[in-house]
């Protein structure tokens, strides 16, 4: 078992910057595959970003490209969201989740574990 723990979320204006970090702990013994998801009230849950546990590898939906960066701490067991120049758009639930060493770090039904989500909302 995994247990995910996010931490971060807020209110910010358009423009702004946020840091979301997420805590694993529990089985974490190996080279777990994290994400982040959003949903938006209304919405299906929509890929954010994900890091490779095992090669490193990054990987980001398009409309966050270059405005969000993952980062991990691999002593800590923790991965970051820093989200940079944000949208009203980009305002939802964001959920960090784990999963085994795999391939498709982009399929939400890919990950066993998931945080309880943290809420970003910005405002216009």
């Known amino acids: 078992q995994v247990q995910l723990l996010e931490s971060g979320g807020g209110l910010v204006q358009a423009g702004g910057s946020l840091r979301l970090s997420c805590a694993a702990s529990?089985?974490?013994?190996?080279?777990?595959?994290m994400g982040w998801f959003r949903q938006a009230p209304g919405k299906e849950r929509e890929f954010v970003t994900a890091?490779?546990?095992?090669?490193?590898?990054?990987y980001y939906t398009e409309s966050v490209q270059g405005r969000f960066a993952i980062s991990r701490e691999y002593a800590k067991n923790t991965v970051h969201l820093r989200m940079n120049s944000l949208k009203p758009e980009d305002t939802a639930t964001y959920y960090c989740?784990?999963?085994?060493?795999?391939?498709?770090?982009?399929?939400?039904?890919?990950?066993?574990?998931w945080g309880q989500g943290t809420q970003v909302t910005v405002s216009s």
């Open positions: 529990g089985r974490t013994a190996g080279m777990i595959d």
């Open positions: 989740a784990a999963k085994a060493p795999g391939m498709n770090l982009r399929a939400a039904e890919e990950y066993d574990y």
């Open positions: 890091m490779s546990g095992s090669s490193g590898l990054i």
